[in-house]
């Protein structure tokens, strides 16, 4: 079945370094979610990407779809304290109606 | 406007009890869905549904039944529990799921559940 990977598992960072994690697909995808959860709490959306290589951005937060539409990153820009949490990709297979999640990047950043 | 309301928020069963999470959205919502998060696993998909009388497996069944008798809840059963079941659960509801371009996954707080 679908597998989604995300790399690293954890990342401890200093206040105003920058911070990427990285989503593997097994299969091609639809389209990617990104979401983002704070310690304690429930999964919060950030962004959907849908088209080949396309790439959004947020303030400080850069998304990438790969070419391929098999990959996905985020990156943070100069991380501040309140970037700290578990980031998540969740991707759709065409002709499902399942998302599938990635196994998260926890995020921690060092004041 | 609740949202995504899941109760209880934390529950302790015994080895083979059975049990109900509840679920609830007042947002209209389509398509819902269960999902389970476990230390260093992500989020695994359950069960889900499009929509009223329809449900559909995830990538974990085993063990759990849901139904979907209205739009609006989307209760999930676990029919003996096992330690293994002990988990975080979330339920997740979309205003629309379809091929391609869809609406964010609105998540509950969550049901912290301990299985002795």
């Known amino acids: 079945g679908q597998q989604v990977m995300q790399i690293p598992q954890y990342q401890h960072v200093q206040e105003g370094e920058d911070f990427t994690t990285y989503c593997n697909s097994s299969t091609t995808l639809s389209n990617i979610q990104w979401y983002k959860q704070r310690p304690g709490g429930h999964p919060v959306f950030l962004i959907q990407?849908?088209?080949?290589?396309e790439v959004k951005k947020q303030k400080r937060l850069t998304f990438q779809f790969g070419e391929a539409k098999k990959n996905s990153s985020l990156h943070i820009t100069a991380t501040q304290t309140t970037d700290v949490g578990t980031y998540f990709c969740a991707g759709q297979t065409s002709g499902t109606y399942k998302y599938i999640f990635g196994t998260g990047t926890r995020l921690k950043v060092l004041a | 406007n609740a949202g995504v309301t899941q109760t209880p928020k934390f529950q302790v069963l015994k080895t083979g009890q059975s049990m109900t999470l509840q679920c609830a959205q007042d947002?209209?919502?389509?398509?819902m869905s269960w999902y389970r998060q476990d230390p260093g696993m992500g989020l695994r998909l359950i069960h889900y549904s499009v929509g009223a009388g329809i449900t559909d497996q995830g990538e974990v069944p085993n063990g759990y039944n849901v139904s979907r008798s209205t739009t609006e809840d989307f209760p999930l059963r676990l029919l003996s529990a096992a330690p293994s079941q002990t988990s975080v659960y979330f339920c997740?509801?979309?205003?629309?799921?379809?091929?391609?371009?869809?609406?964010?996954?609105?998540f509950g707080n969550g049901t912290r559940l301990t299985v002795t």
């Open positions: 997740a509801s979309s205003y629309s799921f379809s091929v391609g371009r869809n609406s964010p996954l609105h």
């Open positions: 990407l849908v088209k080949s290589g």
């Open positions: 947002m209209n919502h389509e398509y």
